[in-house]
């Protein structure tokens, strides 16, 4: 079955710019979730998303946001990009947050210049 | 707060064994995951600890004990693929819903 698959796979924007990022999980699978991964930092849990609601949120502002529609796909949108978002975002699809297995996708790899 | 330690770095020879530690001080404790990462690539699910113990698969093994907050990753008859980052994330359920909560990673290089 198809993997995870995340667009674009590579994206640059300027400072103050917005960006949309796209994530379609493995079929059946209804729980999407986001991280912001940078080398100092590692893996930084943005937000999950099931059946279309946001259920956990991770410390970012709130220029970080994100959606997920009825086929589960699911975006999220930085605005007013910074410098320092420049980054690779994963998503995870799993059946469930208590799944005791998540796949993910390659990322997207975002530079802010 | 949430706190998941691992050495940054490792080395070891190809064919040997490698154990790669994790620490965690977490809330909601419900569940161990490790993951495999090569440069450029998505993580790889490695294993799931839930139970202290021990579980093996192929190659790969991972202990946990729940109460000293405390997993490894062991790695045998190592091989140059083998060489990526080892990433310990902690499930938590703090806050009533389920989230990963991943360590820095070990960067591990297999030499000849």
């Known amino acids: 079955k198809a993997g995870v698959t995340q667009t674009p796979r590579y994206l640059i924007k300027t400072r103050g710019q917005q960006v949309t990022l796209s994530c379609s999980p493995i079929?059946?699978?209804?729980?999407v979730s986001w991280y912001q991964q940078t080398p100092g930092q590692g893996l930084q849990f943005l937000f999950e998303y099931f059946s279309e609601t946001q259920r956990n949120k991770g410390n970012f502002p709130g220029r970080f946001s994100g959606r997920q529609f009825s086929n589960s796909r699911s975006e999220m949108n930085v605005s007013t990009l910074e410098l320092g978002d420049s980054a690779l975002y994963l998503c995870a699809s799993s059946l469930g947050s208590g799944a005791t297995e998540a796949f993910f996708g390659q990322g997207t790899r975002l530079t802010v210049v | 707060g949430q706190n998941i330690d691992q050495p940054t770095e490792m080395t070891a020879t190809e064919g040997a064994i490698v154990q790669i530690n994790c620490t965690y001080q977490?809330?909601?404790?419900?569940?161990l995951f490790w993951y495999q990462q090569h440069a450029g690539e998505a993580p790889t699910f490695l294993s799931y600890n839930v139970l202290d113990g021990l579980e093996e698969k192929g190659r790969f093994s991972s202990f946990l004990s729940r109460s000293k907050g405390y997993s490894y990753l062991l790695l045998k008859e190592l091989q140059m693929k083998d060489s990526a980052s080892y990433l310990c994330a902690v499930r938590s359920d703090s806050g009533g819903y389920n989230k990963l909560i991943f360590g820095a990673g070990t960067r591990l290089a297999v030499h000849p």
């Open positions: 079929s059946g699978h209804r729980s």
């Open positions: 977490t809330s909601g404790f419900n569940g």
